[in-house]
Structures are given as C-alpha cells and as structure tokens.
C-alpha cells in the first residue's frame, strides 16, 4: 500500500520536476493529484504512464490526500498550507514563507533528519531555498569534523531558479542578440543574456539582497547557529544548475586531503577534484543528477585552517522537487505518516 500524493503548483518546472522525482525513486503511491491555479485547470502533466489533469486549488478536498508537495509560491504557500495542514496532510513546502517559522522544521534530510519530530506543530515542512540545500550539504561533515567558523560564499545560480519566465528570458535575448538586438528585461532588472547580474530577490536595509539573507539565516537554522556566513548571489545566463564557490574557515586544522575524503564518503555528495583541465564538474554535467558535486578542494593560505571548494547542483533537483521528496521519503522511513492503506 501506498501514500495519496497532491502535487500543488504541478504546471510549473518544480512541480513537473517532483512528478519525474516521484516517479523515478519508486516512491510508494496509491494516488496522486495534479493541483494548481484556476487558469491551470484541465492541463495535462505526465505522471508515470499516466496522464493527469490539473484540478483547482481552491476547490481540492486535501482531507483525501496523506502528503502535499507545495511549489505553487510564497504567497499561495501563506494563504492555503496551514490550512491544508489543518485538514490532515503533511504539507511539504518549497517556498520561502515558512522556512524560518520556529514550528515548522527545515530539512535537508542529509544533513538535519532528527529536525523532522516536530513536524506536527502544523503539519508542515519547509524545504531550504536552493542556494542553500546544497551549500549545506556539503558543510555538514566538514562541520562535524571540525567544526566551521565562518563560511564566505559567491553564487553563481542558473535562470531556472527564477521560474519559467527566467529561463524564457534568457532564451528570447540570446537569440536576439543575433538578430535584432536582445528585448528588454522584464523578468530580470538587466539583461541575463550574456551577462551576470549580482542581484537575486529584494534589497534589504543593510545592502544584502534576500537571497543572501536567505543563506545566511538557513543555514544556521539547519546546521548550527554559530556559524557566521557572508553571501553574495550572483543571476549567471545558464538555464539548470547552481554553482558556489566556498570559502571556509574553521576552529581546528582540516587538511585538504582529510576533506576530499571525508566528503567523498558524506551522504548526497560526489567528489570530482582532478587538478588538470576539466577535472572538475560545470552545471551542464550536473543536469538531471542528484548530487551535491565537489570540486577544486585546496588550501586558503590566507587565512588559519581555511580551505575553498566548488560546489555544483541540478538546483531543479536537490535544490527543490528531490529534496522535497526526500523529505517525504524520510517521514516514510521514520514510520511517522500512516499509509493510506494501512
């Protein structure tokens, strides 16, 4: 016997990318549900073998499903998943707008499983914003070996992390560069094509953007409070894949060779770190992959046991739909969700 299964936001990349997820780690279904707005309904999204037809959000009974994915936005998040919270199901959130809720748990289940006990507070569970699910992945068994100081962090994130319209946008200027001049931005505040804009979400007071914020207040919810995490997020003209480059510094000495293996043996991580061209991993090659890749480990000099890494992500994936089904595969495994059938 398996789980009924809604997916809310099911018309758009994540979504989409939690049908493929579903499908390809097994993961036990009796039902699943394709939910989104009203201007969604009837769209076909493929699920399996199956066709299924999106049904309205507002209309949905949730008291007949055990688990919903949630990808449909913050504010759609805010108004409707304590409610659909409070009906029965646990609601698996890829928004920002419960993250930091200290009743609602933020998981990455590679790095913080035991956090998920207290998911019943309000039936809800947050996944961590894309940057930072794969940041954190890769600092929690360096943190656990020696314990991480401060973390200073450029990223490099892919125009998927802005939806459709992103990856539109990007499209629509790079061919007109070549003909009639790229069209004005509408998606983003300057062009994306051919360009880097460092510039991801609202400024805030201080100068950081939310983005960067983000990362900051994440990452010590998930990992530890005490670590201090300077960020600056950067929009780079690529269509799938988030990179970071990672600077650390830590309490204790942590050799270079020590981290590569201790990361090679962490959970969600593969290491590619050959010193020679192309002995390294870009976002094209982690497209549709799982993983946390590692690359360029090496010494900081300039500072007392610091170390810099390169850190790449299908953002799709770990960074939103896999995580999210993760998280449910965790809730499965710890027996804490009965089955529909059970």
Known sequence: MGYRVAVVGATGNVGREMMNILEELEFPIDEIHAVASRK??????????????CVALDSFDFSTVDIVLMSAGGAVSKEWSEKIGAAGPVVIDNSSAWRMHPDVPLIVPEVNPDAIEGFR??????????STAQLVVALKPLHDEARI???VVSTFQSVSGAGKEGMDELWNQTKGVFVLGAPPPKKFSKQIAFNVIPHIDDFLDDGTTKEEWKMTAETQKILDPMI??????????????????????FETPMD???????????????VLDRREAGGYITPVECVGEF??????????????NGLNLWCVSDNLRKGAALNAVQIAQLLDRRGLLERSGS
Request: proline share 5%; charged share 30%.
């Open 256 to 270: 270079e060779d020590e981290a590569r293996e201790i990361l090679r043996e962490a959970p969600g991580v593969v």
């Open 40 to 53: 969604s309904v009837g769209m076909e999204v493929s699920y399996a073998e199956r066709t299924l037809k």
């Open 149 to 151: 100081k401060r973390v």
């Open 228 to 249: 201090q995490l300077t960020a600056t997020c950067v929009r780079v003209p690529v269509f799938v894949g988030h990179s970071e480059a990672v600077n650390i510094e």
């Open 291 to 304: 993983g946390v890749y590692i690359s360029r480990i090496r010494k900081d000099p300039t500072i007392k």
């Open 121 to 130: 507070k309000k039936n809800i569970i947050a996944n961590p914003n894309c």
